[in-house]
């Protein structure tokens, strides 16, 4: 079995040291879902929900996200992110929500881009609640990593 990183010999739980690691450029992608009702999606797209842009406020808060992880995750480190962006794809039967991290760093962004991806699925759902209480956030995955040790990663579809 491989040896849990988070966890020191005794089974205590530990935050990796990362400071022997040669810094490279990592990217992070994640991605999500979330299914919603035709007049949800409707409202969405022709920006009348009754909170605001939608999707204006899911990228923002998405941004947010990413940058507060370590607060967020227990045993994270806190990283100083060179960029983060929050896409967004109107879908036939909802929203899909797209985010990268990166950084040069010694440890890597999955994290920060996986948690912007979960806070913007979430401030949509918020925001829309309101038409469609009814709303699923599902498939929240990493779908790309590059850099460290472990190299290239690409999810298969």
Known sequence: MNKLTHLDDQGKARMVDIGGKAESQRVAVAEGRIAMSP????????????????????????????????????????????????????????????????????????????TAVSVALLTIYDMAKAIDKGMVISAVRLIEKRGGKSGHWKAAD
């Not at 022709?46 to 899911?58: E, F, I, Q, R, T």
């Not at 992880?69 to 039967?93: G, K, Y």
């Open 39 to 114: 007049t949800a999606l409707a409202a969405i797209r022709d920006g009348s929900v009754p909170k605001g842009d939608v999707l204006a406020a899911g990228r923002i808060a998405g941004i947010m996200a990413a940058k507060k992880t370590a607060e967020l995750i227990p045993l994270c480190h806190p990283l100083a992110l060179d960029a983060v962006t929050v896409d967004f794809v109107l879908e036939d039967q909802g929203v899909r929500v797209t985010a990268s991290a990166a950084l040069t760093g010694r440890t890597g962004v999955e994290m920060e881009a996986l």
